[in-house]
Nanobody, 114 residues
Framework: VQFAESGGGLVQSGGSLRLSCAASQTIYSSDTMGWYRQTPGLQRTLVARIGSGDSPYYIDSVKGRFIISRDNAKKTVYLQMNSLKSEDTAVYYC?????????WGQGTQVTVSS
């Protein structure tokens, strides 16, 4: 499966963006999907993930600001990002949320200006 991320851009601190991730193949309801981010020189890390029935998981720094959702019929995963901060600046990727595929998309750049 391949993932294509979109929706990033330049936004002022406090602003919002909605990221989309289109999968090339079916996303099954049993698949846990995740959003990750990476800044230069650092490892790619999980930001949020959503399973089939459990409550979504978020890292502490984005709780209350980010919302992950999915539309299996459209093979798409979303990340609504609100109240953005400069520390959210990164390239954002999507992949499986528990065992990521080794094939990552190009990601989408999010830049938050203070």
């Amino acid at each position: 499966v391949q993932f294509a991320e979109s929706g990033g851009g330049l936004v002022q601190s406090g602003g919002s963006l909605r990221l989309s991730c289109a999968a090339s193949q079916t996303i099954y309801s049993s698949d846990t999907m995740g959003w990750y981010r990476q800044t230069p020189g650092l490892q790619r890390t999980l930001v949020a993930r959503i399973g089939s029935g459990d409550s979504p998981y978020y890292i502490d720094s984005v709780k209350g600001r980010f919302i992950i959702s999915r539309d299996n019929a459209k093979k798409t995963v979303y990340l609504q990002m609100n109240s953005l901060k400069s520390e959210d600046t990164a390239v954002y990727y999507c992949n499986y949320g528990l065992s990521p595929s080794p094939y990552w998309g190009q990601g989408t750049q999010v830049t938050v200006s203070s």
